[in-house]
Structure formats: structure tokens, C-alpha cells
């Protein structure tokens, strides 16, 4: 098994992997280089980044006790009612909890944290879960008032909120979702750009091919329509520099929040094997050193360590990629103002988490379900992305010598190691039926399965429907 080695500077570079705005344009205009608007009754936060470490203590809530609406600010009149806090989530000992985060900043003093994925590590179990949250995610923040979980930076900041900005989106994720935060990191779209370049890039392994306008080179004004051109992503291995990746991770003109974060999520994978690729883990000093300026952080040189020895075993196969998606929420639009908000569906959030934080209380001594994936497409990359799919739905894929042999379609060798159940698993991580099992008794084979990736091989799918078997 292939053991990634993570380091606090890959969390710093993964906060920044998806931003608010609409870059697109077709045969219109471009869009202006316009601001967010300003939430109501409150000015937006801090013109420059926050000192390092962030100097306001943060300190973490008696979940008994929260702050009534209006008790900070000025908020406006509640347009539906507060919900009740939720439960915490138990957590297994020494689960920390990291808030990645993706400013939309562009000029000016306005932003809100777009992007919002808790990277949450197990060191028992050797095993992470990376969650997206949608920034329209309509809940409480405590102490203002209903909102979009994107402002609550904002109001925290502005409102005398303790612990300003980090502190109130802190409470908000306990109150709302169950789930304690222990360190953010925030990162701005330059400095994004910078560490990925800095890297030398990242080659992402990309499911689904993807079209979007896009300024046909980062230094072109945008309010010119000639500088704007349609350009598509297709599916495979596709190197990208900074530029590229904040594209493709931010864009969202011709697809939903929900798909930004599939691709989001492409990102943060492939930055985790760029890392493994540079030996983040032993030049963790270095790498702090010179991301340190292009982030905003509350996470220290020597906490920076413990977190690495945290993930040092961590693998692929045991990082769940989770999302909050279509199934968890409900759309709704807010009341005199018009907003297009996501309603929390509690229960189906609840199933979620707990199947996503549901980490085994030790690393087994027998390896996981795995499969071995061999190209017979003629396409290598297609066997890439074939990995890739098994490892978000929990299962552990073994690269397998490439076949010589097309095959038209694609087809799964049973070696009759396996229950049915876990056949059925594999199946549905890569979206195939029985009638592409091949049944083959060989209880000496070196996996239970071997996936032929044919010519046929469809690589696209949404990570939100996979499950873990």
C-alpha cells in the first residue's frame, strides 16, 4: 500500500481550491470586475490579511450556551426561524479538524470565505474525511442572525463577535452541523496561483470533461469580450499551473456550486499526490517558511508537525471525499430579498456525517478490499481516472500492468475471493452491471478483483452518490 505523506503546507495550498463570482460570458458582454455585494446592515472585513498567528483568541463554545440573534450587530428582521443547535458529533480521540478556506477577494476590503471544506484527520485509523460545504448553506450564526455560511467571517469580524471572523464560522459549523474546528487556513486567489506554480503544477485527473469561459491569459482585462474564450477541459491527466486550477476549481457560470466542488475536490487530490512527489513531510520547515506569506492561519510551526505525523500514513483510499449536496439540502429563496439559499435538511446531514467520520477505531492489520486496474483501452489515463474512482468510494486500487489486447468494453474478473456484497461495491463505485463480472476462481490471485478498463470505459460520475462499502 502507497502511504501519503502529508504536510501542513499541503493544507495551506488546498484551502484556496475553489472561489465565488461568475467568470463567464457567452456572445454577451464579459462580466464587470464587480465586488460581492455587501451583506445587509454590515460593511465587509479586514482590507489586509490578519496577522499570523490570528490575534483574537479562539476559545470553544459550551455548546449549552449560545448567543441569541441580535445579541452582536445589527442584523435584520429573521425571515425564518432558528433552528435548534445540533447535537456534536463524537468524534474518535485526537480527530483534528481543519477549516480549509477560499477567499473571493479580488480588489477592495470585501470577501467571504467561498470555499469551505473541514479536512478532518484520524491518527488512530490512519484515515481523513475531506467535506465540502456549499457557501449558500442558509443556517444560524450565532449571536446575528440567519444567513449564508459564507458571511459568517464576515459579520464575526465586523460585529465584535469574540474571537471575530474564525471564531463565529467556528460556532456556526458546531451549532449547525455538529462538528468541533480546531485551525483554519485561508488562502486568496494569488496566493493560490503562487503556490501552485511554485510546485510546478498539478496534473489533475479530471472525471468529467468541462467547458467554461475563461480570460484567454491571466494578465488580459476582463472587461474586454474579445479576451474571453470558451475553453474545455477534457476528461483524463491534464496538467495545469495556477492560473489553470483556480479556473477550473472557481468557475461556475455553465454548472452549479455542487459540481465546483466535484472539481474542487479533483484539486485537492491532486495537490496530495504532488505532495507525496516533492516529500512534503520532511521539508515541512521549508515549505512553512515560504507559504506562510500567502496565507492566513492560526496553525503554528510546531502544531504544523504534530498534523504531519498525524497523516504521515494516511492513503488515498482512506481519505473520503464527502459533499453536502443535492440529497442534504433543500433550495428556498429568502423572503424581501430574494436570495437563492440552501435550507439544511438535518437528518439526511446527520446520515451523512456519521457515515463519513465513522472511522474505524485502529488500522487493521488485513488490507482493504482492493482491486487490481489494468488499461485495455489503449488510454492509460483512463486506468488513472479508474483508480482514482475506486479510491473515493473507500476501496484500494493496485496498478496492473497494461494489456496489450483491447477489449471493447469493460469488464470485472471475480477471482472468488470476495462476498457478493463487496462485488456489488465495486460495481456501484464504477457504475457497472453484473453482466460485466467475469467469474474466475483463483484464491492465489493478488487481488480479490481485476477491473479491465475497455474502450468503452465512461470515467465521469459524482463522488457525492459514493459510498465506502
Request: hydrophobic residues 40%.
Amino acid at each position: 500500500m502507497r502511504r501519503a505523506r502529508f504536510a501542513w503546507a499541503l493544507a495551506c495550498m488546498l484551502a484556496a481550491c475553489g472561489y465565488g463570482g461568475k467568470a463567464a460570458v457567452g456572445t454577451r458582454p464579459p462580466p464587470k470586475a464587480e465586488a460581492p455585494p455587501a451583506p445587509q446592515g454590515t460593511p465587509f472585513g479586514p482590507a489586509a490579511p490578519t496577522s499570523l498567528p490570528f490575534e483574537a483568541p479562539i476559545v470553544p463554545p459550551t455548546p449549552e450556551i449560545w448567543a441569541a440573534p441580535g445579541a452582536y450587530g445589527s442584523p435584520p428582521p429573521l425571515t425564518t426561524a432558528v433552528p435548534t443547535p445540533v447535537q456534536p458529533l463524537l468524534l474518535p480521540p485526537g480527530t483534528q479538524n481543519i477549516l480549509l478556506l477560499g477567499s473571493d477577494r479580488r480588489t477592495g476590503t470585501g470577501f467571504r470565505t467561498d470555499t469551505i471544506i473541514l479536512a478532518s484527520f484520524q491518527p488512530e485509523s490512519h484515515a481523513a474525511t475531506l467535506l465540502s460545504i456549499p457557501r449558500d448553506l442558509y443556517v444560524y450564526l450565532p449571536g446575528y442572525s440567519m444567513q449564508r455560511i459564507n458571511t459568517a467571517w464576515i459579520y464575526g469580524q465586523t460585529t465584535g463577535y469574540p474571537g471575530g471572523g474564525p471564531q463565529m464560522l467556528y460556532d456556526a459549523i458546531r451549532y449547525n452541523l455538529g462538528l468541533h474546528v480546531d485551525h483554519y487556513v485561508l488562502v486568496e486567489m494569488v496566493g493560490f496561483e503562487q503556490a501552485i506554480d511554485t510546485l510546478g503544477g498539478l496534473d489533475l485527473r479530471v472525471a468529467c470533461s468541462y467547458t467554461d469561459w475563461k480570460l484567454k491569459a491571466r494578465d488580459l482585462a476582463p472587461s474586454a469580450r474579445s479576451n474571453w474564450g470558451l475553453y474545455t477541459v477534457p476528461p483524463g491527466v491534464v496538467h495545469m499551473d495556477g492560473y489553470d486550477a483556480l479556473w477550473y476549481a472557481r468557475s461556475r457560470q455553465r454548472s452549479s456550486d455542487f459540481d465546483r466542488s466535484r472539481r474542487q475536490q479533483e484539486v485537492l487530490r491532486a495537490l496530495f499526490r504532488r505532495a507525496l512527489s516533492l516529500d512534503a513531510f520532511a521539508r515541512l520547515p521549508t515549505f512553512y517558511s515560504d507559504l506562510r506569506d500567502l496565507v492566513v492561519t492560526d496553525v503554528g510551526l510546531s502544531e504544523a508537525g504534530m498534523l504531519a505525523l498525524a497523516g504521515v500514513h494516511v492513503d488515498l483510499a482512506h481519505v473520503h471525499s464527502r459533499f453536502i449536496g443535492r440529497g442534504q439540502v433543500t433550495s428556498w429563496t429568502v423572503p424581501g430579498s430574494g436570495a437563492q439559499v440552501l435550507l439544511p435538511r438535518p437528518d439526511s446531514i446527520r446520515d451523512l456525517l456519521q457515515e463519513a467520520f465513522l472511522y474505524p477505531e485502529e488500522e487493521s492489520a488485513e488490507p482493504g478490499l482492493q482491486v487490481e486496474v489494468v488499461d485495455a483501452s489503449g488510454r492509460p489515463e483512463w486506468a488513472d481516472l479508474a483508480m482514482d474512482r475506486l479510491a473515493y468510494a473507500g476501496l484500494e486500487a493496485l496498478p496492473g500492468p497494461p494489456q496489450t489486447q483491447r477489449e471493447p468494453v469493460s469488464r470485472l474478473i471475480d477471482y472468488g475471493q470476495a462476498t457478493a456484497e463487496q462485488r456489488r461495491a465495486v460495481l456501484r463505485a464504477l457504475s457497472l452491471g453484473e453482466d460485466s463480472v467475469v467469474p474466475l476462481d483463483d484464491p492465489a490471485a493478488a487481488a480479490p478483483f481485476r477491473l479491465l478498463v475497455g474502450e468503452n470505459y465512461d470515467p465521469c460520475f459524482d463522488p457525492a452518490y459514493l459510498a465506502a462499502p
